[in-house]
């Protein structure tokens, strides 16, 4: 969980504080704040993330008027707040931290891709890194930077074939927070590693890409 790093004036308030952006699929959102502690406290011990787009409805609002959003058009949930955080990461990965916009991620690609292209890895348990582009519906996008370790071939190729299956995808925010993405709306994951072995689980399609 993140850890709150004491701050004398605007860090104290944004600590017991938190806002929430929610993407949603038909391209616009919607911003809600809490700046109460007491309630703030409150929405983070009700933000499950393993349950936060399968619970059939997420109700937001504090009187009149509130909000019923259904999850199904939910592409991502941004959490602003100081406060601890549940995390869940897949097997393999030890962060997955949000980069800023495309401009920073080009940035980064432009650093690391080469470098990966020719560095040997040392198969299960040597370092991994990978920089991953997803496309949302809604037309949104999220750019990350994963780190983590080499799992065994089968573990890999599971947690690809079913990384479109999970109940969400946790992405830590550059200040405080996370982004809460949700894995069937995700209309592309274009994955950028550090792994210079062929990835090629039983169902991909041996294709190579004419756009980087």
Not at 38 to 65: C, D, M, Q, W, Y
């Amino acid at each position: 969980m993140p850890r709150y790093t004491a701050n004398p004036t605007f860090g104290m308030l944004k600590h017991m504080s938190i806002k929430i952006t929610v993407l949603k699929t038909n391209g616009q959102q919607g911003t809600y704040q809490q700046v109460t502690s007491a309630l703030a406290l409150e929405v983070v011990k009700k933000l499950h993330p393993r349950t936060l787009f399968t619970r059939g409805s997420l109700i937001l609002g504090n009187g009149n008027p509130f909000s019923i959003l259904n999850p199904n058009h939910i592409a991502s949930i941004e959490v602003d707040t100081g406060l601890p955080l549940l995390n869940i990461l897949p097997p393999g990965i030890t962060t997955a931290k949000l980069v800023t916009d495309k401009t920073a991620f080009m940035v980064e690609l432009d650093k690391r891709w080469p470098q990966w292209r020719r560095t040997e890895q040392a198969g299960p348990g040597s370092p991994m890194e990978a920089l991953v582009h997803l496309e949302l519906t809604g037309g949104w996008e999220q750019y990350v930077y994963v780190t983590g370790a080499m799992p065994d071939v089968k573990t890999e190729r599971k947690v690809v074939e079913t990384l479109l299956d999970l109940p969400v995808i946790c992405v830590k925010r550059p200040s405080n927070g996370y982004n809460y993405i949700n894995p069937s709306n995700i209309i592309r994951a274009r994955i950028y590693h550090s792994n210079r072995t062929p990835f090629r689980p039983e169902r991909v399609l041996p294709l190579d890409p004419q756009e980087i």
